[in-house]
């Protein structure tokens, strides 16, 4: 049993009618048929939506979104229409709103990796295979990639895990060609972000996206390459063979599987909520991520 702590009502805002309540974002429909998407300050873990924010959160990862689309621009379309705040909305939602065209989505997570971890570890250490693909002996938790590696998984319902899938898998469930597509523009986008982020001190170690139609044309859709959905490193502290600093949600799984939180993630019952050290630290990494990526302040 996992999911929301207490998952919260949805506004309601003339015009608009609510189409989903998400891990972090809320989807509503515009009498256009766009699609607004906002961004909370929600954070999950371990596969529970917590119940405290984190202050920020969704400006960040709404700000650190647009500036990777417009840095991919030339690789993969995006699905943003624009950033204007629809009429009648509550204040709150400026700067965490995008307005963005409804596309035919994909039910695939797209993931790349350039460095092995997490789930990939996982089964590299019993198979030496990461999605069914072969890798070399001798890796550790935090090596290089000889290449990056397309690693797909079924996209899960809130509080499920997503579940990694060879490629051949999702060629069978949306088509060969489909399938072809989104390896090379997964792959194609992940590389480019990772020498952006290497030039900035950073390593991408992995992220993962997602893709829609719109018609024929592929478009890279939800948030991209923000430390929800990616691994980011700091490169003067990688070393392989042990867990990496990371610029994500770190510190709130750590308090969460310490003795001070007194929570058994092992049981039914939901997580407590957080300390506001464990906030302060939390909304800090967001915000240095955003600050070393794109060269600019926050504030």
């Not at 460095?115 to 019993?126: H, M």
Request: glycine residues 8%; hydrophobic residues 35%; charged residues 25%.
């Amino acid at each position: 049993m996992s999911g929301f702590v207490e998952k919260p009502e949805p506004i309601q805002v003339p015009g608009l009618v609510h189409l989903h309540t998400g891990k972090v974002r809320d989807l509503y429909r515009n009498e256009a048929g766009d699609l607004v998407m906002v961004a909370s300050d929600r954070i999950s873990a371990y596969d529970w939506v917590l119940p405290t924010e984190i202050p920020d959160k969704g400006r960040v990862l709404t700000r650190l979104s647009l500036w990777w689309f417009d840095q991919l621009r030339d690789l993969a379309p995006n699905h943003v229409i624009s950033e204007e705040l629809p009429v009648g909305a509550p204040a709150d939602w400026a700067g965490r709103t995008l307005v963005c065209k409804s596309l035919r989505m994909i039910p695939v997570e797209c993931v790349a990796r350039g460095y092995l971890t997490g789930s990939g570890l996982v089964e590299y250490e019993d198979s030496r295979t990461v999605c069914g693909l072969a890798l070399p002996e001798g890796l550790v938790d935090g090596s290089e990639l000889p290449t990056p590696i397309f690693t797909p998984a079924t996209k899960a319902e809130v509080g499920e895990h997503d579940e990694n899938v060879s490629y051949e898998e999702v060629a069978r469930q949306v088509g060969a060609e489909t399938a072809a597509q989104l390896r090379q523009a997964t792959l194609a986008v992940y590389s480019r972000a990772r020498d952006i982020a290497r030039e900035r001190g950073i390593i991408l170690a992995d992220t993962k996206f997602e893709f829609g139609f719109d018609g024929d044309t592929l478009v890279l859709a939800d948030e991209v390459l923000t430390p929800d959905s990616s691994r980011f490193w700091p490169a003067d502290q990688w070393q392989p063979g042990r867990a990496q600093p990371s610029y994500d949600k770190q510190f709130v799984r750590d308090w969460l599987t310490s003795a001070e939180s007194g929570w058994d993630r092992k049981s039914e019952q939901p997580p407590p909520p957080l300390p506001q050290h464990v906030v302060d630290a939390t909304r800090a990494k967001y915000v240095e991520a955003y600050e070393r990526l794109t060269g600019t302040s926050w504030s």
